[in-house]
């Protein structure tokens, strides 16, 4: 089972970055997708961000496209979010997943996703 670790939340203001890293010391990110997703109080996880490890490809949330970027470090098995300008409704906890397919299809959705971290809380205060 693919363990995975996630860093890096935290308090900010709105219009300030975060950046937050998702780790995987079980070597498995050569295969496979990995995503990020968020949850806010109450609702249902919602998909921000995913790279497929065998054309490099992302998909984006349309509301984070322009604010946030995923990427990869395959040397150090790390997938990080690079989340700037950030705004209130950005406030959430944060998980990174992995699951083993490449496709694009239902990359969005996340009970396609077989792994999960514990999550990070982002607060961005107005």
């Known amino acids: 089972q693919v363990q995975l670790f996630e860093s890096g939340g935290g308090l900010v203001q709105a219009g300030d970055s975060l950046r937050l890293t998702c780790e995987d010391p079980g070597r498995s990110f050569t295969r496979g997708t990995m995503g990020w997703f968020r949850q806010f109080p109450g609702k249902e996880r919602e998909f921000v961000a995913a790279?497929?490890?065998?054309?490099?490809?992302?998909y984006y949330l349309d509301s984070v496209k322009d604010r946030f970027t995923v990427s990869r470090d395959d040397t150090k098995n790390t997938m990080y979010l690079q989340m700037n300008s950030l705004k209130p409704e950005d406030t959430a906890v944060y998980y990174c997943?992995?699951?083993?397919?490449?496709?694009?299809?239902?990359?969005?959705?996340?009970?396609?996703?077989?792994?999960w971290g514990q999550g990070t809380q982002v607060t961005v205060s107005s």
């Open positions: 790279f497929t490890s065998l054309f490099h490809k992302t």
């Open positions: 997943a992995a699951r083993p397919s490449q496709s694009a299809m239902l990359v969005m959705d996340s009970s396609t996703y077989s792994d």
